[in-house]
């Protein structure tokens, strides 16, 4: 099967079940974030020293990216089609449970970081905004037809994740956090 199929050089694409929109639909928004976030996790984590103090991180970043993935694609799955990988409360719990995990580990913040530190650190601050705009294109398609809630509610938690992650490894790397500038 050839990467190129020539279908969309008019402007449309297909959702899961073949269904044809535009390229430029909320929908197509909502789905290509989410991979676009995925992408820059992947690259964060590129980034990353290799040694088996960070093989747990990497086996839960796996998890998160085939999560966001499944999200993609409940997001380019029609209203009243079969969802193949929905996202549960279960998942969000999960990234819950890993910021608290994390959190014990980390510094009081006394201040406003601002994104930056380590080249891991800053792509995951970076991966946290584009999860964010992931979160509200999901919302704003929502205002034109369903979404589960528990997806937007994941990639809101995501974000939080992110951020605390990005704070984990600056930390666990040894590199200071960039803080607001004092006047």
């Known amino acids: 099967m050839k990467v190129y199929t020539k279908s969309g050089d008019k402007g449309d694409t297909s959702l899961v079940y073949g269904k044809r929109v535009s390229k430029a639909s909320a929908q197509v928004e909502a789905y290509g974030t989410c991979d676009e976030a995925n992408s820059m996790i992947g690259l964060a984590f590129s980034f990353l020293p290799d040694g088996e103090e960070w093989e747990q991180l990497q086996k839960t970043i796996h998890i998160i990216q085939t999560k966001l993935f499944h999200i993609g694609a409940e997001l380019s799955t029609p209203a009243g089609k079969n969802v193949k990988w929905p996202i549960e409360e279960a998942d969000v719990s999960f990234l819950e449970e890993e910021i608290d995990n994390m959190e ?64 984990h490894v600056n930390h666990r790397i040894g590199t200071t956090e960039p803080t607001l500038h004092q006047d």
């Open 104 to 167: 014990t580990t980390l510094p009081v913040l006394t201040n406003f970081i601002l994104p930056g530190g380590s080249p891991t650190g800053a792509s995951l601050h970076s991966a946290r905004t584009i999860v964010r705009r992931a979160e509200r294109c999901a919302i704003a398609l929502h205002k034109k037809e369903p979404v589960n809630p528990i997806a937007i509610k994941y990639l809101n938690r995501l974000s939080d994740y992110l951020f605390v992650l990005a704070r």
